[in-house]
């Protein structure tokens, strides 16, 4: 199915038309599964996540801009809740794991290391949400500027641009903070 036989589905889904939305579903599950799948490295979490996509997009389904591509609207959507899922699973590291790691030696620096990360996310959050959202598709989901850009719509010099200035803003944020 070509991108604006998408667009046209979604235009109809939008306008009431549950039948559109479920052709969607089916022409996209399995793509948007596994771009999920691939990043997770877990399909049950994948399959969850899956399903959360398509709940919001079709509770959202009003603010789609039908000017935009369907499909990187609901890719951004599934990147977000693939974001929010890694944000409530951040891994933990347990003291003892830290101790038995560096021999009981420099315990501290590591602790330090651990909030220092978080401290980072969460001045990310505090930026402006186009700053947020390029910044955690770079380096929190590692995608190069060709994904962003398919994302986002943007092009990928303005990408660099963004991802620049984001990582200024941030590290001013940082700096006030210190």
Known sequence: ???QEINQLALAAKEGDSGA???????LSDSIYRFLAFRLRDNDSAKDILSQVWLEAWQ???????NRPFKTWIFAI????????????????????????SGGTDVEAEVETNDEVTRVID???????LYQTVLKLKFVEELDYSEIAQITG??????RVIVKRGLDKL????????
């Open 1 to 3: 199915m070509t991108n």
């Open 21 to 27: 939305f479920g052709q969607l579903f089916d022409e």
């Open 60 to 66: 959202s389904l009003h603010r789609y801009d039908p």
């Open 78 to 101: 599934a990147r977000y809740n693939l974001i929010d899922h890694y944000r409530r699973h951040r891994p933990t590291v347990s003291l003892d794991a830290v101790i038995n790691r």
């Open 123 to 129: 001045n990310i959050d505090q930026l402006p949400e």
């Open 154 to 159: 943007k092009t990928e010099n303005h990408l």
């Open 171 to 178: 590290k001013q944020q940082l700096q006030i903070k210190n």
